[in-house]
């Protein structure tokens, strides 16, 4: 079964410092990846997605992320740091392949806390 | 653009009792609709999806079941809730392979 792993589950960092979160998935074959965030109280949103293409994609709030298809990981990076980036961020995986219900499954989250 | 509907908000239910929560989707049709449950610690898990009307796929064993009456309602049943029923409930659409997912505000449920 396919499987997305965060390693990290809660991260704590100083205002300005560098972010990297890590995302490994199992499965082998094309992959649609995404990551979402969760602020304190609000919805799931979209950080950034990959489906092809540049393998170093650019998000929102001056989130990238790389896709290392030899390694299977895609890691969330920020150069650095605001104490509004504390929320929680999940790595999401689909396959990509006509059918199965275009399911995606999600790793358990991290949590980070930003520092004033 | 798309816009999914999910209530109540929070729910607090005792055990055994009947459960439904409804999600509605507006600004697209034929979407494939998903309900997720968010647990502390273990993210999101997949519980039902449906690519169409009446067509409910089921990701894991569970006292829940999942309904589509319409193309754009997506229900979440139980006839008798356990306190591991317990958590955030979320609802998501997408409109297929070449899009990504759109999730709505979700439902708290507490079962006391």
């Known amino acids: 079964a396919q499987s997305v792993s965060q390693h990290n589950h809660h991260v704590i960092l100083s205002e300005a410092a560098s972010l990297e979160l890590g995302c490994n998935y199992s499965y082998g074959g094309t992959v649609n990846l995404f990551w979402y965030v969760q602020y304190p109280g609000q919805h799931l949103q979209l950080l950034l997605k990959?489906?092809?293409?540049?393998?170093l994609v650019k998000g929102i709030k001056g989130f990238e992320a790389e896709f290392i298809k030899s390694k299977f990981s895609f890691n969330l990076r920020k150069p650095s740091v605001q104490w509004s980036d504390t929320a929680e961020y999940f790595c999401?995986?689909?396959?990509?392949?006509?059918?199965?219900?275009?399911?995606?499954?999600f790793g358990t989250g991290t949590q980070l806390k930003v520092e004033l | 653009s798309q816009t999914i509907h999910q209530w109540p908000a929070t729910l607090v239910q005792p055990v055994g009792s009947p459960l439904s929560l409804e999600c509605t989707v507006e600004?697209?049709?034929?979407?494939?609709l998903y309900w997720y449950r968010q647990a502390a610690g273990r993210g999101l898990q997949l519980l039902f999806y449906s690519v169409g009307i009446g067509q409910i796929s089921s990701e894991v064993p569970q006292n829940l079941s999942a309904s589509r009456p319409q193309d754009r309602q997506f229900i979440l049943s139980s006839k008798k809730l356990l306190l591991s029923d317990s958590g955030f409930y979320l609802c998501a659409i997408t409109r297929g392979t070449a899009y990504g997912y759109t999730f709505g505000s979700g439902t708290r449920l507490t079962v006391v």
């Open positions: 600004g697209t049709s034929n979407p494939n």
């Open positions: 990959y489906f092809s293409g540049d393998p």
């Open positions: 999401a995986v689909r396959r990509g392949l006509t059918g199965g219900g275009n399911k995606l499954t």
